[in-house]
DNA sequence: CGGGTTTGACCGGCGC
DNA sequence: GCGCCGGTCAAACCCG
């Protein structure tokens, strides 16, 4: 059925500022990369240290543009009217979505997902794919889908804050920190 | 054998 | 009410 991509896509677009897709280069093949200003943008500090808290709310005005946050909280709204269902968690959860230009569909962000769903969606010739995060008491969630506009990229959408340090990000930190503790007595 | 993925079924919301 | 659609479950399967 959705052998064509011709309709926009229902995603909300991102700031320029954050990603423009103009500015790549035709060339497309590349290892996994991320857009360094989408780096720059994400407070990976709040991210990664669960600081942020369950309550968000006062979420770091990371990268995500009003028009990405508008459209979430129209959709928590309408979670909110859910009643019953096996998914009757907390709704309003911090949610934030960015775009990666990678030839590989799963970003090594550091955390462990196991993935739990793929469903081919409307307007896209890619599927989306469900991870959850594996920590026993994180059930942070991504989605994953590529573009089917431009294939070389990848959105990636976030929901929840980690209430847990990314273990393999501390691991490659914890020798460099203890190495600028040692310096810093000089 | 334990952890992950695959994949079809199932469920709830929504529009008509 | 019905069908579509997106999100999740869970059994089967895969792999080191």
Not at 85 to 90: A, F, L, T, V
Request: aromatic share 8%; hydrophobic share 30%.
């Amino acid at each position: 059925m959705e052998g064509q991509d011709a309709p926009p896509l229902p995603l909300p677009q991102l700031p320029p500022s954050l990603f423009s897709p103009s500015l790549l280069p035709s060339s497309s093949l590349q290892p996994p990369f991320i857009e360094p200003q989408v780096l720059q943008d994400i407070d990976w500090v709040s991210l990664l240290s669960g600081q942020s808290g369950v309550g968000d709310q006062n979420r770091p005005p990371t990268m995500e543009s009003a028009s990405v946050i508008a459209e979430e909280e129209k959709k928590e709204n309408k979670d909110r009217m859910r009643k019953s269902g096996r998914i009757m968690k907390k709704h309003s959860r911090p949610r934030f979505a960015f775009q990666t230009r990678s030839a590989d569909d799963i970003l090594d962000d550091g955390y462990r997902w196991r993935k739990y769903g793929q469903k081919a969606v409307k307007n896209s010739s890619y599927p989306r794919s469900y991870y959850r995060c594996t920590h026993p008491t994180c059930n942070v969630k991504k989605q994953v889908q590529r573009l089917s506009k431009d294939t070389s990229i990848v959105v990636t959408t976030y929901e929840g804050i980690h209430n847990h340090p990314c273990e393999k990000l501390m691991e490659t930190l914890t020798p460099l920190l203890k190495q600028m503790q040692f310096f810093a007595r000089f």
